[in-house]
């Protein structure tokens, strides 16, 4: 499988624990990007990266929440003290951006995962 | 800030044509795009327009007018696997680029 992978699937967790998840993005995909999604709404950006830079942080993301690209490739997104309102799914995508800073037409193109259930009780 | 608005639901026949709008307010735009999500799955990408004008790829068109800031998704000959929730999503960006999503359009298509 090719696609951007994420793991683990499903977790839940006690109120106050940490969590973290992993995104491996296709391979060759120098962009990832973390969202949030909850029931009946569309996914909500929360922060990306180009290669191992974190570009951009949602204003609305608490400090509890950091994310990482350490070499470029996989990324984790850890959540500290978890509230029950963090409960939604998470979900990263790639893409590939050939130009620094400027993008293809490939690059408008966003490859999800098939995202991470996280359930705070 | 970025702002997207597209209806909640949606239904339609089979067969038939459904025109999903959506309309924007955001800076530094570049593009509109469109996903598809089936319930329990991950969003997939449908189309990309950066100019105006409609894009057509198989059953499924889209347009975009910036000068309105609106665009559409049209799908034609509905069947019911397309019942799914249909997102516009602006692509936007000063240096680095993001995609900022609307809350979706939950599509039923009926036999």
């Known amino acids: 499988d090719t696609g951007v992978s994420q793991d683990p699937r499903h977790k839940i967790t006690k109120r106050g624990q940490n969590v973290t998840f992993r995104c491996d993005p296709i391979s060759e995909h120098n962009r990832l990007y973390w969202y949030r999604q909850t029931l009946g709404q569309g996914p909500e950006f929360l922060t990306y990266?180009?290669?191992?830079?974190?570009?951009?942080k949602s204003r609305l993301l608490s400090d509890r929440f950091s994310a990482e690209r350490p070499k470029g490739s996989f990324s984790t997104l850890e959540i500290q003290r978890t509230e029950q309102g963090d409960s939604a799914m998470y979900l990263c995508?790639?893409?590939?951006?050939?130009?620094?800073?400027?993008?293809?037409?490939?690059?408008?193109?966003?490859?999800f995962g098939e995202g991470s259930w996280l359930t705070v009780v | 800030g970025q702002s997207l608005e597209q209806p909640s639901e949606v239904t339609a026949v089979e067969g038939a044509i459904v025109q999903i709008n959506c309309t924007y307010q955001?800076?530094?735009?570049?593009?509109l795009s469109w996903y598809q999500q089936h319930d329990g799955g991950a969003p997939t990408f449908l189309s990309y327009?950066?100019?105006?004008g409609l894009e057509e790829t198989g059953r499924f068109s889209s347009f975009l007018s910036r000068s309105d800031s609106y665009g559409y998704l049209l799908l034609q000959e509905l069947q019911m696997k397309d019942s799914a929730s249909y997102f516009c999503a602006v692509r936007v960006g000063t240096g680095g680029f993001k995609t900022i999503f609307g809350a979706g359009t939950r599509l039923f298509v009926k036999a």
């Open positions: 990266f180009q290669n191992e830079a974190q570009l951009e």
């Open positions: 995508a790639s893409s590939l951006s050939l130009l620094a800073g400027k993008t293809t037409s490939s690059g408008n193109t966003i490859y």
């Open positions: 327009n950066a100019l105006d």
């Open positions: 955001t800076s530094g735009f570049y593009g």
